[in-house]
């Protein structure tokens, strides 16, 4: 299992951005399906997004389709969440996931995957 360390949450007025980032530790992120996923109050955690290892691959929610960008530094362990066009329902507390796979264009879309999560970092869009 790796560490992770989310950071970049914070409050943001509808239609601003933020960029989330999650630091990895360990030898071998460059093996790892990297992933956000996202709980509001009184939900359920749900999948945000997820990139394969080799970069090549990535899978979005379809309510943040075209306003969410995830990427990845394998050389510097870390995988990021550019959001664009926040909406209020976009407030939650934001986890980083890690999976290693054995495939470099692997990645998973679902929680139940995933066997590492960071603390979480809090979102909030006021409206």
């Known amino acids: 299992q790796v560490q992770l360390v989310e950071s970049g949450g914070g409050l943001v007025q509808a239609g601003g951005s933020l960029r989330l980032s999650c630091a990895a530790s360990?030898?071998?992120?460059?093996?790892?399906?990297m992933a956000w996923f996202r709980q509001a109050p009184e939900k359920e955690r749900e999948s945000v997004a997820s990139?394969?290892?080799?970069?090549?691959?990535?899978w979005y929610a379809d309510s943040v389709k075209e306003r969410f960008t995830i990427s990845r530094d394998n050389t510097k362990n870390t995988v990021a969440l550019q959001m664009t066009s926040l909406k209020p329902e976009d407030t939650a507390v934001y986890y980083c996931?890690?999976?290693?796979?054995?495939?470099?264009?692997?990645?998973?879309?679902?929680?139940?995957?995933?066997?590492?999560w960071g603390q979480g970092t809090q979102v909030t869009v006021s409206s």
């Open positions: 990139i394969a290892p080799n970069n090549t691959f990535t």
């Open positions: 360990g030898h071998t992120f460059s093996t790892y399906n």
């Open positions: 996931a890690a999976e290693k796979v054995y495939a470099t264009s692997v990645y998973y879309t679902e929680q139940h995957f995933f066997s590492s």
